[in-house]
């Protein structure tokens, strides 16, 4: 039998024996073998492509046609995405179905398929008007209850709305829809739709677009619309998706060479998840090696050399890593397919099955040499091990190596340069890239920083001071464990201070026109009666609440115009809309009555709550409109305090806009209300005219980043988790020292204090350099992570309770983990 074939029989049987060891170092492996594997598979699956959504997009047709706006040019790409446009995007008349099947030629047939947005009150949804009875639109929409649409006024929706055949549908403007059927989307679960032939569709000119929103039609040609055909009907105003072309890859892929950015963050990744791997699993293979110390002795004893030793020590991390990454690949893959549909229903597509093999096996092949590097330590000091010590039972010395704390200080100094020279490139990729040498240099120095702390034993209480020092003593099986949790927690921190800086710049750039609880209601393009309605309706709706009118500024011709002007606000430029309007407005909008910004008004001046907009008393407006030619004003200014500190905007005077040459029409109402969660208000004033529109300032309603807690889950799971390791090791190598400890009398709560001594150090000497790297990078990372351009500063959180909980919270939860950990009080043969 070969010595390697051996090597791996002795592992395979050592691994059932020591079943509970080999089970941590699985988990330990395959933990990021999982998790990495359920994401590939999960995005594989979640990403539709162009050839599996064809059916979809397409049913049974061989194309899908959309009639573009007057005055738009388009120039579609091969791969049927890109395009671009030119005009006003005012929707001209609707061509026949006749037309377009002259454009296609001989043999065609089409039937309508028209996709834009039902108002149902205040909620705009997506519609499509066509007949799914058509066989054209076979595959596009799956029956689950009830029947198709067959008749005007009947509609079929998806199973996102939660209806019943036989529930009704109130658009507005409109008469009520009768639902008839339940649909599903074949790819989006979470999809909210109507479909129907006799849909009642809103206007969506603003929100315009190739191949979503507008009038189109399903195409059953006589042969394949070619690439050239698709050119022809662009200059007949046509947008057009061919089956013949989106089945074809070579259409709709492009090879994308790697970029240097993204080949440095690949290499950064995986060059932590071996570190981490290794640092986490080091530990149990040296557990291992404790136990089998006299094993390999006597094997040497017999004969086998030291690369024997090494080969069966090296064969463990095989037949473990090897084990550890199949079990998590199936898991994955098995994770990620399973849950697709499930993360679909929250938004987003879910397609067939999906694996993508090239990562997966990277991965699982990542995870196989993690295992093999983790045990590659444990082999070398298997092979230097001193047989004759060992068979006498004295414990070996530990060798100090004086070069390496050098080694490790050079690369902390050249990732400290090299992450102040990173922090100002673009993207978050170098810093972190940086952050990896930083890391690699401390792992080097900790076996130094260890030896280091050792002189503070002398000024702690007994279990703690043999705990340290029995550390000290172990450097190699300390300095790994505690390199696992510095590495964990500079992770963790530096993604904490990143994650929520971020969010606080999100949250300073937020901005608003109108205070929070502002209820705003406007009206379109409608006349002086329809407007006194639509008041008079908002006053019996609002009994008792002030209503401060607002106005639209109109040129000769009567186009509607709208007052706008640009501001950098946190960095950020922003466009913002100047409101009309008189005093009762101006109160609203600042939350108090201000003299002298109500004598400015009066006075015909502009009041400004933007200061960075105004430059030497002024305010540079741009008047714009749809229909006529754009104009610049420079008006006189004051500037004011808003009610709210993430306010903005400005206020014109009615007096100040005429005389710039336009009038005004009082077309928007404002009061300080918040409707209630089941209010009727957007619906009942949609009655009386369906161009108004209600809308309601909650202010700033995000929550912060629920990755930031993720971030502390998945401390808690390695921190812990390698601290209890290097614990449970740490109490194998003491109990000579624990039986001399229960010979003299000591009880059991001082044999666990000795133990939860041993966690907390191990965890708090981690800790505590993880959070200096860690804040080292974590302020490098805000500035890729919230500026916006040149001049913009970098807003710096800190997450201070986060960052407790990281630095002291885990620390005290291994200790007192280790506190339950079962202590024996069997006597040990001590050596003469």
Do not use: C
Not at 456 to 465: D, Q, T
Not at 589 to 595: A, Y
């Amino acid at each position: 039998m070969s010595a390697a074939l051996a090597a791996l029989r002795i592992a395979r049987r050592n691994a059932w024996r020591s079943r509970g060891r080999s089970a941590l170092i699985m988990v330990m492996i395959g933990l990021p073998v999982l998790v990495i594997t359920t994401v590939l598979t999960l995005t594989e699956t979640m990403n539709v492509s162009p050839q599996e959504g064809l059916v979809a997009e397409l049913g049974a047709a061989d194309a899908r046609l959309m009639q573009l706006p007057e005055g738009t040019v388009l120039r579609q790409q091969p791969n049927g995405a890109t395009w671009s446009t030119t005009g006003d995007a005012a929707t001209g008349p609707r061509r026949s179905n006749a037309d377009v099947e002259a454009l296609l030629g001989p043999g065609t047939r089409v039937i309508p398929f028209d996709t834009g947005v039902l108002r149902l009150g205040a909620e705009r949804v997506e519609a499509l008007r066509t007949d799914l009875r058509d066989p054209l639109t076979k595959g596009m929409r799956t029956l689950s209850e009830g029947r198709l649409p067959s008749a005007a006024r009947e509609v079929a929706v998806t199973s996102a709305f939660g209806l019943r055949p036989g529930d009704l549908l109130r658009p507005a403007g409109a008469a009520p829809l009768t639902v008839v059927g339940v649909v599903e989307h074949p790819f989006r679960p979470s999809l909210r739709q109507v479909v129907g032939p006799d849909l009642p569709l809103a206007s969506v000119e603003e929100f315009w677009s190739p191949g979503e929103h507008g009038p189109g039609w399903l195409a059953d040609t006589a042969g394949p619309v070619s690439w050239t055909g698709v050119t022809a009907l662009n200059g007949s105003g046509l947008y057009v998706t061919s089956r013949a072309l989106m089945a074809d890859p070579r259409s709709w892929t492009r090879a994308r060479a790697m970029s240097v950015q993204g080949t440095v963050g690949i290499g950064a990744m995986v060059i932590m998840v071996v570190l981490e791997t290794v640092l986490l699993a080091g530990p149990a293979f040296a557990v291992g090696l404790r136990r089998r110390r006299r094993e390999l002795a006597e094997i040497a004893a017999q004969g086998g050399s030291a690369a024997h030793l090494r080969t069966i020590v090296l064969a463990d991390g095989l037949v473990l890593g090897g084990a550890a990454t199949v079990v998590a690949t199936v898991l994955g893959i098995g994770a990620g397919a399973l849950g697709a549909p499930i993360v679909a229903r929250w938004g987003g597509e879910a397609g067939p099955p999906g694996v993508p093999w090239a990562p997966v096996l990277a991965v699982a092949a990542l995870g196989l040499v993690a295992g093999i590097v983790a045990a590659l330590v444990p082999a070398v000091q298997a092979a230097r091990q001193n047989s004759a010590a060992v068979l006498a039972g004295r414990a070996p010395a530990v060798a100090d190596r004086p070069g390496w704390p050098l080694a490790g200080a050079a690369l902390v100094l050249a990732g400290l340069g090299a992450t102040v020279v990173a922090r100002r490139q673009p993207g978050s990729v170098w810093v972190l890239a940086s952050a990896v040498l930083v890391l690699l240099g401390l792992v080097v120095l900790t076996p130094w920083l260890v030896q280091r702390t050792g002189g503070l034993a002398a000024r702690l209480r007994l279990p703690l001071r043999m705990s340290v020092r029995d550390a000290v003593r172990h450097r190699s099986r300390t300095a790994s464990a505690v390199a696992a949790v510095m590495a964990v927690t500079a992770t963790v921190v530096a993604m904490g201070i990143g994650t929520y800086s971020e969010y606080m710049d999100r949250r300073n750039a937020y901005t608003s026109a109108r205070p929070t609880g502002t209820l705003a209601i406007w009206a379109g393009n409608i006349g002086d009666a329809a407007w006194s309605r639509l008041r008079a309706e908002a006053a019996r709706q609002l009994p008792g609440v002030p209503l401060a009118a607002g106005y639209q500024a109109r040129d000769a011709q009567g186009h509607r115009y709208a007052l706008r002007y640009t501001v950098r606000w946190n960095g950020t430029r922003t466009r913002r809309t100047a409101a009309i309007g008189d005093q009762a407005l101006l109160t609203l909008l600042q939350g108090r009555h201000d003299p002298r910004a109500a004598a400015a008004l009066a006075s015909g001046k502009a009041v400004v709550f933007d200061a960075a907009a105004l430059r030497d008393g002024k305010l540079a407006l741009r008047a714009g409109s749809t229909s006529g030619p754009a104009r610049r004003l420079d008006v006189p200014a004051v500037l004011a305090t808003p009610a709210d500190e993430h306010q903005g905007g400005a206020l014109l005077p009615r007096a100040l806009v005429e005389q710039a040459g336009f009038s005004t029409a009082e077309r928007q109402l404002y009061a300080m209300y918040r409707p209630s969660a089941g209010s009727t208000l957007a619906r009942d004033l949609a009655k009386v005219t369906p161009r108004v529109t209600v809308a309601s300032e909650e202010g700033y309603r995000n929550v912060p980043d629920p990755s930031l807690w993720g971030w502390l889950g998945g401390a808690l799971v390695l921190v812990v988790g390698g601290t209890l390791t290097a614990t449970r090791l740490a109490a194998a190598d003491m109990r000579p020292e624990q039986a001399t400890m229960v010979a003299i009398g000591a009880p059991p709560r001082t044999l666990r204090a000795l133990v939860a001594g041993q966690a907390l150090y191990i965890s708090g000497l981690g800790a505590l350099v993880g959070l200096l790297a860690g804040t080292v990078t974590g302020l490098a990372l805000t500035r890729p992570m919230t500026t916006h351009g040149a001049g913009d500063p970098a807003t710096i959180a800190m997450p201070w309770p986060f960052l407790v909980a990281v630095v002291v919270g885990l620390p005290v939860l291994a200790s007192a983990a280790a506190l339950i950990t079962r202590t024996g009080r069997s006597f040990a043969r001590r050596p003469l």
